[in-house]
């Protein structure tokens, strides 16, 4: 069973960049894909972007494409979220997000179904 732990949330100014970080722990990291989803104040939980157990393959929610990039380290079990350019509007709980999978399935995996495990979440504020 795996455990993941986010770090690197924070206050940041708008326009400004922040690096999150996952670690997980009790599991077999590279059997995972994994994913981020952010939740603000009073919304749903939201996908923002996903990446295969290997690496291969990655995709993109609607909310940060083209601001964002993930990327994985499979021996260091952490998964990062890149986040740029951000906007008050990017204020809110980041979660990271696993799902154990067969190597040959590389779905897009957008909906808070398709993740069984989660992290506790990491706050980021960004201020006007």
């Known amino acids: 069973q795996v455990q993941l732990v986010e770090s690197g949330g924070g206050l940041v100014q708008a326009g400004g960049s922040l690096r999150l970080a996952c670690t997980a722990s009790?599991?077999?990291?590279?059997?995972?894909?994994m994913g981020w989803f952010r939740q603000a104040l009073g919304k749903e939980r939201e996908f923002v972007v996903g990446?295969?157990?290997?690496?291969?393959?990655?995709y993109y929610g609607n909310s940060m494409k083209g601001r964002c990039t993930i990327a994985r380290n499979n021996d260091k079990k952490t998964v990062y979220l890149q986040m740029n350019n951000l906007k008050p509007e990017d204020t809110a709980v980041y979660y990271c997000?696993?799902?154990?999978?067969?190597?040959?399935?590389?779905?897009?995996?957008?909906?808070?179904?398709?993740?069984?495990?989660w992290g506790q979440g990491t706050q980021v504020t960004v201020s006007s």
């Open positions: 990446i295969s157990r290997s690496g291969g393959s990655t």
């Open positions: 997000a696993a799902k154990s999978t067969i190597l040959s399935d590389d779905r897009d995996r957008t909906s808070l179904s398709d993740y069984s495990h």
């Open positions: 009790g599991g077999t990291f590279n059997r995972y894909a």
